[in-house]
């Protein structure tokens, strides 16, 4: 049924750690964290006072007019846009614009315009409301700004499914890839919650991490027994996705081969996993990529750091990987990063990619308490280094239940 | 400093518009200023010249001088002298 290899020939980020995938990676190996106490008045919010942030002020890219049009999530999601295709050294205006296309995934949107205009109407009790409100706020805002701004007229997508929302986004631009409908595809994740309506309602779930009072940047801490929960992060990641055969026609450099893609759904509760259904997806990205588990050489794994999340991950990567699961070096990139939500999957797939590229596993940072629900290998010794990887797996599961894995092979 | 004059300098720092550009016969579609871009303006102008614009602003506001007239139109009829005479006058918070 598949036509066509696709090929990942750009890789751009806009993320806390890094405006560069070198950089991300290098502060990845070194074990740094950018969770940090947020700027007041954010850290008034009780039960969500850290985040991880990008350093990014949109007033140095952006002119006063278009500032007023483009929410953060939009801001972040053009900028690393703007850097895979850099990466990437495509001129979309050289290619056929109606089979190139754009997939976007968000899970909070245009929070930060959504927040200001609430805060206007019942705070102040004004009646100007901006007019740009919707066009700030609206969930496909961001992917309708990276479309325009290469003129591609081709499908324009943008997939909501919570905190898979942009693996999902990878995965659906790599199946129109692979069917021939398109040649090109931008595709990539954008997210900016760090708003105090938003930061709220995550406080008021409870799955937030407790703030390590004495170091900050050490709350998050996936797969410990003292793990607290998740930390909420923004940025944007963007890959371009192309045909295997054109882009080696173009002297296109690869970066990797995006082989394989699994969805599947969990529908017990709005919030809680299982590792059926979570193993389900894994399975079904190894169909695609027609790989079996002992293929995989890393797995970043989702890891948000939730009590619920890391045992249940834990059990599912034992139904698939099986008696050899103990040597897959399996990371959460989570503890350094954060949660980036909707952006996390395209984020953690190019970590993935880099990895492959490199030879390197980042590590799992903040591990310091065993847990025995969560007994695999979890490199929290530190990153390592001269590994031959062939192939990885990127996780992304999500509240709504929608899990969707990615596998990632090293291009020959 | 004028109405037209403090116009302008909205229009130049918030617009990102060029000064010369800004004379009383420019168009504002051709300045790029669209339909949203005007209710953005008319914030502005609530703000720098104390004025409370109502809903329904004129659709025949063309040119910078066409908004110049509704400027000094509206400073006539909501003036302190004007705004004890009628309701509904008072500066908008």
Redesign the interface.
């Known amino acids: 049924m598949t036509k066509y290899r696709v090929a990942v020939t750009g890789l751009g980020v806009a993320a806390p750690l890094g405006h560069s995938v070198a950089e991300l990676f290098t502060n990845l190996t070194a074990g740094r964290s950018a969770i940090q106490v947020l700027p007041a008045p954010l850290s008034d919010v009780m039960h969500a006072r850290i985040g991880a942030v990008v350093e990014f002020d949109g007033r140095a890219h952006f002119s006063t007019p278009r500032l007023r049009m483009l929410d953060r999530v939009s801001q972040l999601a053009l900028m690393a846009a703007q850097r895979a295709v850099a990466d990437a050294r495509i001129d979309f205006a050289a290619q056929s614009p109606d089979r190139c296309g754009v997939f976007v995934g968000t899970g909070m949107a245009g929070a930060a315009t959504t927040d200001e205009g609430y805060r206007l109407l019942y705070g102040e009790q004004s009646d100007r409301i901006p007019p740009y409100t919707v066009l700030g706020a609206m969930t496909n805002a961001a992917a309708a700004w990276v479309g325009m701004e290469y003129g591609i007229t081709g499908p324009n997508l943008t997939y909501s499914t919570a905190c898979s929302s942009s693996a999902v986004a990878l995965g659906e631009a790599a199946r129109r890839v692979q069917s021939g409908e398109t040649e090109v595809m931008l595709a990539g994740g954008a997210e900016a919650p760090l708003t105090p309506g938003v930061l709220h309602a995550w406080g008021a779930m409870r799955t937030l991490a407790t703030p390590d009072e004495r170091e900050p940047s050490a709350s998050c801490r996936p797969f410990s027994r003292n793990r607290s929960g998740l930390v909420l992060a923004e940025g944007a990641a963007f890959v371009v996705l192309e045909q295997w055969q054109r882009a080696i026609a173009r002297g296109a450099c690869i970066h990797a081969e995006l082989s394989g893609y699994g969805l599947s759904t969990d529908v017990v509760h709005i919030t809680r996993p299982t590792p059926e259904g979570q193993a389900r997806a894994m399975r079904a990205a190894l169909l695609s990529a027609r790989r079996q588990a002992d293929a995989i050489d890393y797995v970043n794994a989702h890891g948000t750091a939730t009590l619920q999340n890391d045992a249940v991950e834990t059990s599912a990567l034992k139904q698939v990987f099986g008696a050899r699961v103990h040597e897959v070096p399996i990371s959460s990139t989570k503890s350094m990063h954060g949660h980036l939500l909707g952006a996390a999957g395209a984020l953690e797939f190019i970590i993935a990619v880099a990895s492959l590229e490199r030879g390197t596993v980042p590590p799992t940072m903040h591990l310091d308490a065993p847990d025995p629900a969560c007994d695999l290998d979890y490199v929290s010794e530190g990153a390592r280094t001269g590994l031959s990887l062939r192939a990885a797996m990127s996780n992304s599961f999500a509240f709504g239940g929608t899990n969707a894995v990615l596998i990632a092979e090293k291009a020959d | 400093m004028s109405t037209l004059e403090t116009l302008q300098e909205i229009l130049s ?4 518009l060029k000064p010369a550009e800004l004379s009383p016969e420019a168009k504002l579609a051709q300045l790029g200023v669209d339909s ?2 005007v ?2 303006l008319m ?1 502005e102008i ?1 703000d720098r010249f104390a004025l409370k614009i109502k809903d329904d602003i004129p659709t025949n506001l063309v040119t910078i001088d066409d908004v110049v007239q509704y400027i000094d139109s509206l400073l006539a009829q909501q003036s302190p002298a004007h705004a004890a005479a009628g309701p509904g006058l008072a500066p908008f ?1």
């Open positions: 720092c918030e617009f990102d949203l871009e209710l953005e914030f609530e918070k």
